[in-house]
């Protein structure tokens, strides 16, 4: 399996980005598909999952970006897409996305829960 992040860039505070995770080898909408991030000297954070189409396809966010984040997937182009709307400067990190392999149950908000990871896409918002 193959993940392939893209969509990060240079924004202002306020600005927006859309982050996009395609995969190849696995269908997307058949696991929990997450985007974290790790800024430099931080552990990498949860941002948010999707989760597979049999448990309900739902998203959950982490606290600090809710209302200005959503996540959506497209099955037909097995992607999963990070709309990120009025960025701050503590958005700037790199953006990892990562899948599942195993059907957890519960939230699946740590990275250990995920078992494939993207390459990462650098989000920098500075004025």
């Known amino acids: 399996v193959q993940l392939q992040a893209s969509g990060g860039g240079s924004v202002q505070p306020g600005g927006s980005l859309r982050l996009s995770c395609a995969a190849s080898g696995r269908t997307l909408s058949r696991h929990s598909v997450a985007w974290f991030r790790q800024a430099p000297g931080k552990e990498r954070e949860f941002v948010s999952n999707i989760r597979r189409s049999a448990y309900g396809g739902t998203g959950n966010y982490a606290d600090s970006v809710k209302g200005r984040l959503a996540i959506s997937r497209d099955n037909a182009k097995n992607t999963v897409y990070l709309q990120m709307n009025s960025l701050k400067f503590e958005d700037t990190a790199v953006y990892y996305c990562?899948?599942?392999?195993?059907?957890?149950?519960?939230?699946?908000?740590?990275?250990?829960?995920?078992?494939?990871w993207g390459q990462g896409t650098q989000v920098t918002v500075s004025t």
């Open positions: 990562g899948l599942a392999e195993r059907h957890l149950a519960g939230p699946v908000q740590r990275a250990s829960d995920y078992d494939c």
